[in-house]
């Protein structure tokens, strides 16, 4: 549980960014409604060629994509007997790895060179640049398993947050990418966290969940993750109540997400 994982940690938002169009793409990747997302994310492209937070966000419903088809946020996330784990594909697929590609390095140029006009000021390409270093850190780390230059792209991202959130403090999504940092490697044995700390990463996992519920409490587009992150910290706790609470509410919210309801069976199975 929580091998690597700091996926939407990644999927930093604040008010001020994107509208209407934009929030419907996300609840629909993340109501693995993925055909639905990209046709979203396509259109804001159309109409918003310069902005590099659409094809940023049409990478993110690439790997969400991955994500459900591989299982991963079952294997990551949460501890299974038989009855409730399913088959895993056992290769990525090369043709959502070129598209994820694709839409990330268009966001990653358009970032750069908004951020070059507008001297680190623009919002909108900060937060996209943000979320770039999270989603190359989840496909490293949870498609490819490369869990060095996870860690780097999960540090990187981080310190690009921190900027993020001083610029503007009402963005509460960014703290997601500071607190799943903190939190999944303030896990690791103790060993591991010291060689981490030296290497300029967070390992404080009590302040890694703190900044989680900041999230879950304000954010825009990650706080249902950031949700889903708290359930899974309260089933490591042994906190069953508060973890079926907020599952059954994701249930709700997000019905065609399976994991879910998955969850709150095997909860209702295993008590």
């Keep these: 549980m929580f091998k690597s994982f700091t996926l939407v940690g990644i999927l930093l938002a604040c008010a001020a960014f994107g509208d209407d169009g934009i929030d419907m793409g996300f609840r629909q990747m993340y109501n693995l409604d993925f055909p639905g997302a990209h046709r979203t994310f396509g259109d804001w492209k159309v109409k918003h060629p310069a902005d590099p937070l659409g094809y940023v966000s049409d990478a993110a419903a690439h790997l969400f994509g991955e994500f459900d ?3 991963v946020l079952q294997s990551e996330f ?3 007997d038989e009855a409730f784990t399913k088959p895993k594909a056992l290769l990525p697929d090369p043709r959502a790895k070129a598209a994820f590609l694709r839409e990330l390095e268009t966001g990653e140029r358009l970032a ?3 951020l070059a006009k507008s001297s680190d000021r623009d919002l909108n390409a900060m937060f996209a640049w943000v979320l770039t270093f999270g989603l190359r850190a989840d496909y490293d780390g ?3 398993k490369k869990y060095l230059s996870s860690v780097g792209y999960m540090k990187t991202g981080r310190i690009a947050a ?7 403090p009402k963005c509460g999504d960014a703290y997601v990418a500071m607190g799943v940092e903190a939190y999944i490697l ?6 591991v966290r010291w060689i981490l700390r030296l290497a300029g990463s967070n390992t404080d996992r009590d302040d890694g969940i703190r900044k989680v519920r900041l999230a879950a409490d304000s954010g825009r587009y990650l706080r ?3 949700r889903l992150l708290l359930a899974v910290a309260a089933l490591r706790n042994k906190d069953v109540g508060t973890a079926k609470g907020i599952l059954e509410d994701l249930s709700t919210q997000f019905p065609r997400n399976q ?3 998955e969850e709150l069976a095997r909860l209702k199975k295993t008590k």
Aim: glycine share 4%; charged share 25%; net charge neutral.
């Design 78 to 80: 949460f501890v299974h």
């Design 186 to 191: 303030g896990s690791k044995p103790m060993p």
């Design 224 to 226: 249902p993750f950031a």
């Design 162 to 168: 921190e900027k993020l959130l001083a610029a503007d």
């Design 142 to 144: 949870l498609i490819e």
């Design 69 to 71: 088809r591989m299982n």
């Design 112 to 114: 750069k060179e908004a």
């Design 259 to 261: 994991l879910y309801a």
